[in-house]
């Protein structure tokens, strides 16, 4: 539409100009599609990381028009900063505990700069895996078979060890704790697994049906140190007269043990046996000066 004024003294003239509806649209360069400034994501890949390592997670998200999208989560846990890089990009950096072992599904979101109602979702999956040492540091005494026979009932004792002298945590992962299964603490930094085997139990194709318990223990001097063991418990028959319930008992000592002359060395010694009996151990000969508690 335009609109023209002219005066000739006391004549006006007026101009109108009307444009098609079309016409007129056609002339405004700046109405966008939502295809225009629906934001996307560049692809990231499911990660992988430890117990105590720093995921640093690149996040960019784009829109076709150029502008650039807002980004936000909803995974903010105590450790972790989702950092504004300052160039449209954000870094997800997150320093995974003990408690998020296992799959840990990240969603971000992207949202439009022009058209909040236009938004996009990324899910990527970071799988936490214990920090398993390498070293003798930390270490768990258990067997790592022990047959049940069906309804038997079980009392097997288990101790974390850890150089440094402090007690370490010990438990049994909660997808592996049977019904009916109990871990007592017994207060001095064992505990004692506690669990009647089912009553009846069956085989096919040849494989024997065995239940398996995962036990970790969790460093109290070095964070993010986890050893994990399994634990496995076979059914045999009643009338199998093999079953290995006694056999000889594995010591175990502490590694690296060194002093000077004149200097007080104390350290644990303990030992274990398939059945889960508590082993008798002595000191011969027990040398002048020396103690065994």
Known sequence: ????????????????????????????????????????????????????????????????????????????????????????????????????????????????????????????????????????????????????RPGEEIALRIVALDDSGQIPALFITEDSLRDGATFDDNGDGSRTLRWRAPDTFTTGGGISVSFIFEIVAVSASVPGLIVLEELELPFIRADDPSAPFMAVPALILPSNISGFAGDDISFQVAATTPSGEVANLRVEPLSAGITFS
């Open 1 to 148: 539409m335009t609109i023209t004024l002219k005066n000739f003294g006391r004549l006006i003239a007026l101009t109108l100009t009307l444009c098609s509806p079309l016409s007129f649209a056609s002339d405004i360069s700046d109405i966008l599609l939502p295809e225009q400034v629906a934001p996307f994501f560049e692809p990231i890949e499911n990660q992988t990381i430890v117990v105590g390592e720093q995921l640093n997670l690149l996040v960019i998200a784009r829109q076709p028009n150029g502008e650039v999208p807002g980004l936000a989560t909803a995974f903010r846990p105590s450790d972790s900063n989702f950092r504004d890089n300052g160039d449209g990009t954000r870094t997800l950096q997150w320093r995974a505990g003990v408690e998020d072992i296992g799959i840990n599904r990240i969603t971000f979101t992207a949202i439009s700069s022009q058209l909040s109602s236009s938004t996009a979702t990324l899910d990527v999956d970071v799988t936490v895996l214990p920090a398993i040492s390498s070293a003798q540091q930390l270490r768990i005494i258990a067997p790592a078979e022990r047959p049940v």
